[in-house]
């Protein structure tokens, strides 16, 4: 389950806004979140960051700027989308 987050605010440094993220889903939800998805050029920003230990960041083509989703992947989630070639026992 994922809990959607959208800031467009230049303002401030994308890792604040995932934070921002990571404190309304352990409110809302009661547990830390294990992975956050975003646009790759924000995945890009937060690949060398340290504060976010024990979160995998994945950016994928189909998430737009300045969007994230911070929760726990399912496992047919984290094998990647069904439609690239090879995934899931897509023929390529």
């Known amino acids: 389950m994922f809990l959607g987050w959208y800031d467009p605010d230049k303002k401030f440094p994308t890792v604040s806004k995932v934070r921002e993220a990571v404190a309304r889903y352990t409110e809302k939800f009661g547990a830390q979140p294990?992975?956050?998805l975003t646009s790759v050029e924000d995945a890009a920003e937060l690949a060398d960051d340290p504060t976010l230990t024990g979160m995998s960041?994945?950016?994928?083509?189909?998430?737009p700027?300045?969007?994230y989703y911070v929760g726990v992947e399912d496992a047919i989630m984290a094998a990647g989308p069904i439609d690239e070639p090879g995934a899931l026992g897509v023929a390529a």
């Open 34 to 36: 294990k992975a956050c």
């Open 57 to 63: 960041v994945r950016g994928v083509n189909y998430i």
């Open 65 to 67: 700027r300045f969007t």
